[in-house]
T-cell receptor
Framework: RKEVEQDPGPFNVPEGATVAFNCTYS??????FFWYRQDCRKEPKLLMS???SGNEDGRFTAQLNRASQYISLLIRDSKLSDSATYLC????????????FGPGTRLSVLP | EAQVTQNPRYLITVTGKKLTVTCSQN?????MSWYRQDPGLGLRQIYY???????DKGDVPEGYKVSRKEKRNFPLILESPSPNQTSLYFC????????????FGSGTQLSVL
């Protein structure tokens, strides 16, 4: 079983749609959780950290369920510029050697 | 500007010809790491370094070497590249504070023929 699993995608949605991505992780000792965004063949960039209480940044909302070992990302009112691959990242701590990346879910927002 | 600089962006080589991919960061980060990214597999860690002269294997270290002689540089060395090392490679660095994020280089697309 992979350590971090994500919806296989791709997701093709019209502009303005709400889309949700799911991620599960296998290591119950995981401490830090992130969503990264990656444009085609470019470097991943941090979209948002995920906190236990859930957090929101504009149109993006992240949720964490430790009991179910599940993370989600909700994008509201999707824009063409949201088209990218979204990577779920889990870490045992704040040290980089324990960062584990999911395979990513590709999103295409269509006009 | 805080950045991780990785070169070259594209590299085509032949089996067995030694190559080096350079990585440099200007943020005084102690931690640096190399990843490879293959379709459907996500980013997998090759090697990482916690500080100068301290390096350790990641998940897929076979066929790679690294060195960390100075804090800012962390080159990736392929002594005898093989076609299964054709991949997209990323260098990254990380600060020590809580909530620090990984900074990535712009990537190197390597093709080994």
């Amino acid at each position: 079983r992979k350590e971090v699993e994500q919806d296989p995608g791709p997701f093709n949605v019209p502009e303005g749609a709400t889309v949700a991505f799911n991620c599960t992780y296998s290591n119950s000792a995981s401490q830090s959780f992130f969503w990264y965004r990656q444009d085609c063949r470019k470097e991943p960039k941090l979209l948002m950290s995920v906190y236990s209480s859930g957090n929101e940044d504009g149109r993006f909302t992240a949720q964490l369920n430790r009991a179910s070992q599940y993370i989600s990302l909700l994008i509201r009112d999707s824009k063409l510029s949201d088209s990218a691959t979204y990577l779920c990242v889990v870490s045992l701590d704040n040290y980089g050697q324990n960062f584990v990346f999911g395979p990513g879910t590709r999103l295409s927002v269509l006009p | 500007e805080a950045q991780v600089t990785q070169n070259p962006r594209y590299l085509i080589t032949v089996t067995g010809k030694k190559l080096t991919v350079t990585c440099s960061q200007n943020m005084n980060h102690e931690y640096m790491s190399w990843y490879r990214q293959d379709p459907g597999l996500g980013l997998r860690q090759i090697y990482y370094s916690m500080n100068v002269e301290v390096t350790d294997k990641g998940d897929v270290p076979e066929g790679y070497k690294v060195s960390r002689k100075e804090k800012r540089n962390f080159p990736l060395i392929l002594e005898s590249p093989s076609p299964n090392q054709t991949s997209l490679y990323f260098c990254a660095s990380l600060g020590r504070g809580r909530g620090e994020k990984l900074f990535f280089g712009s990537g190197t697309q390597l093709s080994v023929l």
